[in-house]
C-alpha cells in the first residue's frame, strides 16, 4: 500500500481527537505563557523576595542565606525551569507571608472568593438582565433613565466607599445584617472544610444555623461586587435588545400579530442569548480577580486580597499560583460559554 | 442548631469568657520564636511563650525572671547561672527543664533567623554555642558569654522574643532533614504560656485557647481571638457595635470620633517606635553639620504632632525612648527658619544654593505627610526636595544598598536594652561597603564616628548600672546635635476599648501585651 503525498506515518486523526489536542495545545501554551510573563514581571519589579521572608532588620548573612534558599543567586532562565518543573507537579512553592504551602492558601482563599462572586453575579443576572431588557423596550422612558443612572452609580461610586456606607447603614445603624468577615465568631470552625464554600459547606452539614450567618455576612459584599456587575449586565443587555428590536424578523413577528411579551422574550431575547452569556462570563471572571477593595472592607479573606498583599511583599510564589488559578478560571469559563453558545444557537454547533 | 430562617440575623457582642480583638493581622508570617520579628507575631508569641527573662504586667520596668527562679554571675561577669523555676508544664503535658531552655537557646542561633543576631552579639555561633549554652543538670543552665558585654544587657536580650523556651522533645519529634523542627514550628504551637495556639489562618483570624496549667494561674479569658480587619474603619464599627473587645489599628479621626461614646474607652500608652529623618553620608552635601542642623531646624516638630499626628507620636529627639531605662527626654530642637536659613547660608548655600535633593519614605499615613511638611520646609529654605513613596518591599533594599539621600522612617528597639538602639544609630565599626552591616542604621547612613562606636560599646560593656545609664544618656545627647540624624517623634500608643473590658495591658515595647490579666 503507497502513503499519499505529504501524508505523515501516522494515520490522519478523527476531527474529534484533532480539536482536542488543539485545545489541549492551546492550553498549555496559554498556562505556559501566563507562568512566564508573572514570573518574569516578578523579577524585574524592584521588590526583593529574600528581603521580603527576612525583614528589613537581618544580618546580610541571613539576607544572603535566604537569597540561597529562594534560588535568587541563580540564573533566572534556571529559575524559571526550576519554578515550572515544580508547578507541573502541582508544587508552587510555600508562601513568604503565611509559611504554608501555596497550594494550602489557594485551597483556603479561592472559595472565599469564589463564593463572593457567584452570589454577586447571581444578583447582577438576576436584577441586570430584566432591567437592560425593561430599559430597552422602554427606551426613553423613565425606567430607562432609571436603569441608566442606576448604571452610571454602578460604574461610578467608588466601591470601597460605598461598601463603608453600607456597613454604617445596614450593619452599624438599622442592625439588619451582620459585619465584616465571612461568620461570627460563634460560628467559627463549626463546620469543616469540604468545599471551603460556606454556604455548601454548611447545607451539606445540615448546619442551619451557619448556614444562616453566612449567608447574612455575604450580602452586603455581594451586593457591593453586584452594583459593578448589573450596571454592566444592564447596559450592555438594553444595548443587545435595541440591537434585536431593530430588526426586520421582529417587526414581521408584530406585524404577525404575536404578543409583545413573546416577541421580547422569545425571540429578541432567544436571539441576543450568546452575547449575553459572553458579558456575564466576562462579568464573573473580572468579580474573580478584581474584588480587592471589596475584600479588604468587609474582611473577606479572598484570592483578590491575597494576590494583592503577595505582590506587595514580593512574595512571588503565591502571586504566581494565585494568577494562575485566576488565568484557568478565565479559561475555563470562556469554555464553558462555547458549550452554553453551542446549547443556545445551533449554528454555532 | 436553630432552624433555616429566610432573614438572616446579626448576632451581636462577644461571649463573656471569650476576648475578641479587630487589628491588621496580615504582617504574621510566621509563630516560630526563633524568627518571629513582627508587630503581630511578637504579641501573639508573648502569649505562647514563657521567655527566660521577662517583664511581668504589674511592672512594665522590672526585668524578672521568666522560667529563670533566680540568677547569679562570676567574678569576671561571663558565666551566667540560671536556675530554673519548678513546676512549669508545656501546653503539651511536657514538663519543662533546663534541657528545653538550653535546646531553645541553641536552636535560635544554629537556625540563624533575622533576630539570632541578638544572641549571636553574646559571641555565640553554631559551631560553639552547644558549649557556651548548657544544662549540666534539670534545674541549672549556664551561659557562658565570651563578647565584652555587660551581664545586664545580657540578662535584658533574654527577655526578647528569641528568649521564648520551646518543648524539646515536642519540636524534635517534627524535625526534618535536620531543621530542628523549623517547618513544623512556623504554624504550631510548642510553648508553655498562658495561652495556646488553637487556629491560625493568615490574614483571617488567630484564635488562642487557655492553658489551664499556666505558671501565673488560670486566665479569665477561655479564648481569644484575633480577627484580621484591615480597614480601620471597619475596626471602630464592629467596636462600636460591640462586636470585637478591642480595636487597635484605629485612625487618630476614629479614636476622636469615638471619645464620649456610650460603652467605648480609649486607652493611650506609649510605644518604643521613633520616627526619624538620616542624611545619607555618601551625599557630600549631607556631610556638613551646619547642614544637618539646618534640616534639623527646618522640622515643624510641635505642627505636626499636633495636626498630622494628632497626637498619636509625641516629640522625642533621643535614639531611646521616652519611659525605658536609659532614655533621654531632652527635645532641644524647635521649627526655627530663621536659624536654618542662617545655617545653610554659613555652609555655603545661600538660599538653598541650588540644592537638589530627594526624600524617601514609604507609601503609607503618617510618613508621606511627614515627607511633605519636610519637602515644603526645604522648600523654605530654598531646597528642592523630591519625595519618593515606596512600599517596604522596595524602601528597605534601596536603603540597605546606601542609595537613598534623605530618609523618612520608622525604627523600634529590638530587646529592652538602650544597647539594642545604641548600636542601630551610633555603632558603625566597618563603614565600607563591602563591610555590609547592614542590619545598623549608621552603616545604611555611611555614619561613622570613632567617638560614636566606642562609647557605644563602652556603654554594652560597662556593668555599673548607674555608670551605664549615665554613658546612654550622654551619648544621646551628643547625637541629637552631631549624628546624621534627626530623631523626631515617639509613636504613641492608642486603642478602643469596651468599657466592660478591664485589665488590658500593653508595655512601651512591640511584645509587651498581655491577655492573661484581662477580665471582662
Avoid at chain 1, 404577525?256 to 425571540?267: A, D, F, S
Avoid at chain 2, 545604611?444 to 566606642?454: E, G, I, L, P, S
Wanted: hydrophobic share 45%; charged share 20%; proline share 4%.
Amino acid at each position: 500500500m503507497t502513503r499519499k503525498k505529504g501524508a505523515g506515518p501516522f494515520p490522519p486523526l478523527p476531527p474529534f481527537a484533532r480539536n482536542l489536542l488543539r485545545v489541549v495545545f492551546t492550553l498549555a501554551l496559554t498556562f505556559l505563557g501566563l507562568m512566564a510573563v508573572t514570573f518574569f514581571i516578578g523579577r524585574v519589579l524592584p521588590t526583593d523576595p529574600a528581603m521580603a521572608a527576612v525583614g528589613n532588620r537581618a544580618s546580610e548573612a541571613v539576607y544572603q542565606a535566604k537569597r540561597l534558599e529562594l534560588g535568587l543567586d541563580r540564573p533566572i532562565l534556571i529559575q524559571f525551569w526550576l519554578f515550572l518543573t515544580s508547578a507541573l507537579q502541582g508544587d508552587f512553592g510555600k508562601s513568604i507571608m503565611t509559611s504554608k504551602p501555596v497550594i494550602d492558601d489557594l485551597k483556603r482563599f479561592f472559595p472565599a472568593t469564589l463564593e463572593l462572586a457567584t452570589v454577586a453575579t447571581l444578583f447582577g443576572v438576576l436584577f441586570g438582565v430584566p432591567m437592560g431588557v425593561i430599559a430597552a423596550v422602554r427606551q426613553s422612558k423613565l425606567t430607562d433613565h432609571i436603569v441608566r443612572v442606576l448604571g452610571l452609580i454602578g460604574y461610578s461610586v467608588p466601591i470601597f466607599w460605598l461598601g463603608m456606607v453600607s456597613l454604617v447603614v445596614f450593619y452599624a445603624k438599622l442592625d439588619w445584617l451582620p459585619g465584616t468577615g465571612r461568620l461570627d465568631i460563634y460560628y467559627d470552625g463549626i463546620v469543616d472544610h469540604v468545599t471551603g464554600v460556606i454556604l455548601i459547606d454548611s447545607a451539606l452539614a445540615g448546619e442551619w444555623e451557619v448556614f444562616n450567618n453566612a449567608l447574612g455576612h455575604i450580602i452586603l459584599p455581594a451586593a457591593m461586587l453586584a452594583l459593578y456587575s448589573l450596571a454592566y449586565i444592564a447596559r450592555m443587555t438594553r444595548s443587545f435588545m435595541l440591537d434585536q428590536l431593530s430588526q426586520e424578523y421582529v417587526l414581521t413577528a408584530r406585524v404577525k400579530g404575536l404578543p409583545e411579551r413573546t416577541v421580547i422574550w422569545r425571540h429578541a431575547f432567544k436571539n441576543m442569548l450568546v452575547q449575553l452569556i459572553t458579558v456575564i462570563a466576562l462579568s464573573y471572571v473580572n468579580l474573580l480577580e478584581g474584588s480587592v477593595l471589596t475584600e479588604t472592607v468587609f474582611a473577606w479573606p479572598g484570592i483578590g486580597l491575597y494576590i494583592t498583599n503577595s505582590l506587595f511583599n514580593a512574595d512571588m510564589n503565591a502571586v504566581i499560583g494565585g494568577t494562575i488559578v485566576i488565568g484557568a478560571c478565565f479559561i475555563g469559563i470562556n469554555m464553558l460559554s462555547d458549550v452554553l453558545y453551542r446549547l443556545v444557537d445551533p449554528r454555532a454547533r | 442548631m436553630m432552624a433555616f430562617s429566610a432573614a438572616p440575623v446579626a448576632q451581636a457582642g462577644t461571649p463573656k469568657d471569650t476576648f475578641v480583638i479587630a487589628r491588621n493581622i496580615a504582617d504574621i508570617i510566621n509563630l516560630d520564636p526563633a524568627e518571629v520579628f513582627e508587630f503581630s507575631g511578637a504579641e501573639v508569641i508573648t502569649n505562647m511563650y514563657d521567655r527566660v527573662m521577662t517583664f511581668e504586667p504589674d511592672n512594665l520596668t522590672k526585668l524578672v525572671g521568666g522560667t529563670t527562679e533566680s540568677y547569679s554571675f562570676s567574678e569576671d561577669g561571663k558565666t551566667i547561672t540560671l536556675k530554673m523555676r519548678k513546676g512549669i508544664v508545656f501546653h503539651s503535658g511536657n514538663p519543662m527543664t533546663a534541657e528545653d531552655v538550653a535546646f531553645s537557646l541553641q536552636r535560635v542561633v544554629k537556625l540563624k533567623k533575622t533576630p539570632s543576631f541578638i544572641f549571636t552579639q553574646f559571641g555565640w555561633d553554631k559551631d560553639n554555642v552547644d558549649g557556651l549554652v548548657t544544662a549540666p543538670d534539670a534545674d541549672t543552665v549556664v551561659l557562658k558569654i565570651t563578647a565584652d558585654l555587660s551581664p545586664g544587657l545580657v540578662l535584658n536580650a533574654l527577655s526578647a522574643g528569641v528568649g521564648s523556651v520551646v518543648d524539646k522533645k515536642l519540636v524534635l519529634s517534627h524535625e526534618k532533614d535536620g531543621d530542628l523542627g523549623y517547618e513544623w514550628l512556623k504554624t504550631n504551637d510548642a510553648g508553655s504560656g498562658p495561652y495556646m495556639l488553637k487556629t491560625w489562618k493568615a490574614s483571617e483570624l488567630v484564635v488562642l485557647e487557655r492553658h489551664d496549667k499556666d505558671r501565673h494561674g488560670v486566665a479569665a479569658m477561655k479564648r481569644v481571638i484575633i480577627r484580621h480587619v484591615a480597614e480601620a474603619s471597619a475596626q471602630r464599627l464592629l467596636l462600636e457595635k460591640g462586636d470585637v473587645d478591642a480595636s487597635e489599628d484605629l485612625t487618630a479621626d476614629q479614636l476622636k470620633g469615638l471619645e464620649g461614646k456610650e460603652g467605648v474607652e480609649i486607652d493611650t500608652f506609649p510605644q518604643s517606635n521613633l520616627m526619624y529623618l538620616a542624611m545619607n553620608q555618601d551625599v557630600k552635601v549631607l556631610t556638613d553639620p551646619k547642614v544637618q542642623d539646618a534640616l534639623r531646624y527646618a522640622i515643624d516638630y510641635s505642627g505636626l504632632s499636633e495636626s498630622v499626628l494628632q497626637g498619636s507620636y509625641k516629640i522625642h529627639q533621643a535614639f531611646w525612648p521616652s519611659g525605658m531605662w536609659a532614655s533621654y527626654d531632652e527635645n532641644p530642637y524647635s521649627m526655627n527658619m530663621d536659624k536654618a536659613k542662617a545655617l545653610l547660608a554659613e555652609a555655603g548655600y545661600k538660599d538653598g544654593g541650588g540644592l537638589k535633593l530627594t526624600i524617601d519614605t514609604l507609601n503609607k499615613s503618617p510618613f508621606k505627610e511627614v515627607a511633605q511638611s519636610v519637602q515644603s520646609s526645604l522648600k523654605q529654605l530654598g531646597i528642592d526636595a523630591e519625595i519618593i513613596l515606596s512600599d517596604g518591599a522596595t524602601l528597605w533594599p534601596k536603603y540597605r544598598a546606601r542609595k537613598h539621600q534623605l530618609i523618612i522612617a520608622r525604627w523600634g528597639p529590638d530587646y529592652s536594652d538602650p544597647h539594642s538602639n545604641a548600636d542601630a544609630f551610633a555603632h558603625n565599626p566597618d563603614n565600607r561597603m563591602e563591610a555590609k552591616l547592614t542590619g545598623k542604621l549608621s552603616w545604611r547612613n555611611a555614619w561613622a564616628k570613632d567617638w560614636a562606636t566606642k562609647e557605644a560599646e563602652a556603654a554594652a560593656k560597662e556593668t555599673d548600672l548607674v555608670k551605664r545609664e549615665a554613658m546612654y544618656k550622654e551619648l544621646q545627647k551628643k547625637m541629637q546635635s552631631d549624628s546624621c540624624y534627626a530623631i523626631m517623634f515617639q509613636l504613641v500608643g492608642k486603642i478602643g476599648r469596651r468599657a466592660n473590658v478591664k485589665n488590658y495591658v500593653r508595655g512601651v515595647t512591640f511584645d509587651q501585651v498581655y491577655f492573661r490579666t484581662v477580665t471582662k
